[in-house]
Nanobody, 125 residues
Framework: QVQLVESGGGLVQAGGSLRLSCAAS????????MGWFRQAPGKEREFVSVISRSGSITYYADSVKGRFTVSRDNTKNTVYLQMNSLKPEDTAVYYCAANYGGIPVTMREGRYDTWGQGTQVTVSS
């Protein structure tokens, strides 16, 4: 089992940037596909981004493509989400999640085995 702890959330003005981090422990991090999801108030949790075990494959939701960048450092057991040009509609609790089932990547929430506690991102207009 892997444990995940997100950090880096906060309050930022529209057009600003934040970098989220997700630190993992308890299992070989490099064997995990890592995903980012978010949940806005009153809405269901949605996919944001995913990165493969090596970092060579990434996917993004259309709503964040070109503004967000996912990366990972397997030597530090950490995955990052760099968020630029933030918009008020990006306001949400952001979660990282780990899949250690051996698939290349997945955008399906139900395929993830472990979730972090979430970090709040608020973008003011």
């Amino acid at each position: 089992q892997v444990q995940l702890v997100e950090s880096g959330g906060g309050l930022v003005q529209a057009g600003g940037s934040l970098r989220l981090s997700c630190a993992a422990s308890g299992r070989t991090f490099s064997s995990c596909v890592m995903g980012w999801f978010r949940q806005a108030p009153g809405k269901e949790r949605e996919f944001v981004s995913v990165i493969s075990r090596s970092g060579s494959i990434t996917y993004y939701a259309d709503s964040v493509k070109g503004r967000f960048t996912v990366s990972r450092d397997n030597t530090k057991n950490t995955v990052y989400l760099q968020m630029n040009s933030l918009k008020p509609e990006d306001t949400a609790v952001y979660y990282c999640a780990a899949n250690y089932g051996g698939i290349p990547v997945t955008m399906r929430e139900g395929r993830y085995d472990t979730w972090g506690q979430g970090t709040q991102v608020t973008v003011s207009s």
